[in-house]
């Protein structure tokens, strides 16, 4: 009969197995590992459409760049044009490159052709790290909660399952009815891990892979004006 009264006492507030209520009867600690989840994820949404406006515009201003550069205009008005403002993606190479090479003619017969290609070299593999590097900023944590955001919905859902066992021996009913909500309760916090991590993988590779074709291009464009610029260098040694 006590056991009787208990379960009608708690009937209604189990009941409620919606996500709002399963949140709400769920143990402090559990509540806090979903609130952290939550934050998580939304953190994870608001990297995500930076990256893919950041990375869709770093293919737009990529491709006009592109287009400018084997247009037939001279190297001299496409960096008078472009260092003028920030460049940025594919553009910011080639404006470092253009500098080095400016910096090199200056000296005159001093430069020494393969100094002077080495230089520009080096000029453009720093400017191609440092785009790259702006662009992978904050993808880490991307991967990261990828990678962890599922084990601490787990550490949520065994410490809520811990409680609701412990629930079951105090008051010694095993009724369906009085363990299910608990262990709701308890598995409610992988799901809301996996909500976090699911789409952190999804997009992590895809900016990955976006990131690798970006590179592949700016080493391309790299060799393709080292050797415009070695054979304007045996234009003038000739």
């Keep these: 009969m006590i056991s009787q009264a208990v379960a009608q006492e708690l009937g209604p507030k189990v009941v409620d197995l919606s996500l709002l209520g399963l949140f709400y009867q769920a143990d402090i600690v559990v509540k806090l590992v979903m609130l952290g989840l939550l934050a998580t994820s939304v953190w994870c949404w608001a990297i995500v459409f930076e990256k893919s406006v950041g990375l869709g515009r770093a293919k737009r201003l990529t491709n006009q760049f592109e287009k400018a550069f084997w247009a037939g205009q001279s190297l001299d008005e496409l960096y008078q044009g472009y260092a003028q403002k920030k460049p940025k993606a594919m ?3 080639f404006v470092a490159a253009m500098k080095e090479w400016r910096r090199s003619a200056e ?14 070299q080096k000029a453009m593999e720093v400017a191609t790290t440092r785009e790259l590097d702006r662009m992978e900023r904050r993808l880490l944590f991307l991967a990261t909660v990828g990678s962890t955001a599922p084990f601490v919905g787990l550490f949520g859902t065994v410490w809520g399952i811990m409680n609701s066992f412990t629930a079951i021996a105090v008051s010694e009913n095993t009724n ?15 799901a809301i891990g996996l909500v976090a991590a699911i789409p952190a993988v999804i997009f992590y590779n895809k900016f990955s892979t976006d990131l690798t074709r970006l590179a592949t291009r700016f080493e391309s464009f790299s060799d393709e004006f080292m050797a415009i ?7 003038r040694s000739s």
């Design 91 to 93: 553009a910011a190479l």
């Design 107 to 120: 000296m005159g017969d001093r430069a020494s052709p393969a100094g002077v290609q080495m230089r520009v």
């Design 176 to 190: 369906l009815a009085v363990v299910a909500p608990g262990i709701a309760e308890a598995l409610f916090a992988t």
């Design 229 to 235: 610029m070695s054979r304007q260098l045996d234009e």
